[in-house]
């Protein structure tokens, strides 16, 4: 299977490679993005892999953001409209 496989409808890939994630990292810290720690990270991502709002490409449908990015920032939170999935960690 092709991972890097292009959106045929948008043109815009569907997966992110680890290296351009750490691109994509590397440029939330050049803007000044608070970082979460490595804790936190991990448990956001432990429960964006229960979630039934995440899709096989490891996007939040809620939000539209790839969450492997937006669990990376200290000050979003999860949008699920009901409850905070992210909000006892
Ligand atoms: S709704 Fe929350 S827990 Fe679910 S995938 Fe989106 S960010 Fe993750």
Same mark, same amino acid.
């Given at each position: 299977?092709?991972?890097?496989?292009?959106?045929?409808?948008?043109?815009?890939?569907?997966?992110i490679t680890e290296?351009?994630? @750490?691109d994509l990292i590397?440029? !939330?810290?050049?803007?000044? +993005?608070? $970082?979460?720690? &490595? *804790?936190?990270?991990?448990r956001r991502l432990?429960?964006?892999?229960?979630?039934?709002?995440?899709? @096989?490409?490891?996007?939040?449908? !809620?939000?539209?953001?790839? +969450?492997? $990015?937006?669990? &990376? *920032?200290?000050?979003?939170?999860?949008?699920?409209?009901?409850?905070?999935?992210?909000?006892?960690?």
């Open positions: 299977m092709d991972h890097n496989r292009k959106c045929k409808s948008c043109d815009v890939k569907i997966t290296e351009e994630l @750490l590397d440029d !939330l810290r050049k803007r000044g +993005v608070d $970082i979460a720690s &490595y *804790d936190v990270y991990q432990e429960k964006c892999y229960k979630c039934p709002h995440l899709d @096989l490409t490891g996007t939040c449908q !809620l939000c539209g953001c790839f +969450v492997k $990015i937006r669990a &990376y *920032d200290k000050n979003k939170d999860c949008p699920d409209y009901c409850e905070s999935r992210w909000q006892d960690i």
